[in-house]
């Protein structure tokens, strides 16, 4: 299964830019980079996603390198309701391996005011 | 308002009462899956399933079953309950692909005794 990794914790201060890293260097072609994140006592929130192309929506941006091994998800002001662990994940598009998902320990982003 | 719901949020019992966490979903998702959450482990999926009537096992399957029987309907069932299955579970849905968000449910704390 592919596997993601991410840094166990980064910092930042409210509204400045944040740029959460995730490495996936053993990536297949059509594996989708998603994004999640959580909140305290609440389930894992979709953020974005994407396959090759940067990616914008009305939360985040995602960068993904060219080679596809890394991506980077872009708070573009960091408020104190972005605090919470960041979830990188692949999910693969061959056949049926979309259905198995293996998520990382995520990064915790604390933010302060 | 398009939502997974899970049943109960919070659960006591004791070793070897069998039990049932309910999922629905009201998106006609085809895909549905249930992970469970502990400190330090991050999340770790249990099962998936692809449609009705077709399941497959995730990360750390034992001591569950799941069962699909209708489309919106994935329910986790622990026969003989143990201590270590103490955790808390989220289940998810998504429409089948790997182009599309995973949506979660709020979460079931369950504690063994």
């Known amino acids: 299964d592919a596997k993601t990794t991410q840094p166990n914790s980064m910092e930042s201060n409210e509204e400045e830019p944040v740029h959460l890293p995730c490495n996936h260097s053993?990536?297949?072609?059509?594996?989708?980079i998603h994004w999640y994140r959580q909140l305290p006592s609440q389930g894992p929130e979709y953020v974005i996603h994407?396959?090759?192309s940067n990616v914008n929506n009305r939360m985040a941006s995602l960068a993904i390198a060219e080679d596809r091994k890394s991506s980077t998800l872009i708070l573009h002001r960091a408020t104190l309701r972005d605090a919470a662990v960041y979830y990188c994940?692949?999910?693969?598009?061959?056949?049926?391996?979309?259905?198995?998902?293996?998520f990382g320990q995520g990064t915790i982003l604390t933010v302060h005011p | 308002e398009a939502q997974v719901t899970q049943n109960p949020r919070y659960l006591i019992t004791v070793t070897g009462k069998k039990l049932t966490v309910t999922c629905s979903q009201n998106m006609n998702h085809e895909y549905m899956s249930w992970y469970r959450q502990d400190p330090g482990l991050g999340l770790r999926q249990i099962y998936y399933?692809?449609?009705?009537?077709?399941?497959d096992k995730g990360d750390v399957p034992e001591g569950y079953k799941v069962s699909r029987k209708e489309k919106r309907n994935f329910p986790l069932i622990l026969e003989s309950p143990s201590p270590n299955q103490t955790s808390l579970y989220f289940c998810?849905?998504?429409?089948?692909?790997?182009?599309?968000?995973?949506?979660f449910g709020n979460g079931t704390r369950l504690t063994v005794t």
């Open positions: 998810a849905s998504s429409l089948q692909g790997a182009n599309y968000p995973l949506h």
């Open positions: 053993t990536i297949s072609g059509t594996d989708y």
């Open positions: 994940i692949l999910r693969g598009a061959g056949g049926t391996s979309y259905g198995k998902l293996t």
């Open positions: 399933s692809m449609n009705v009537e077709v399941t």
């Open positions: 994407g396959l090759t």
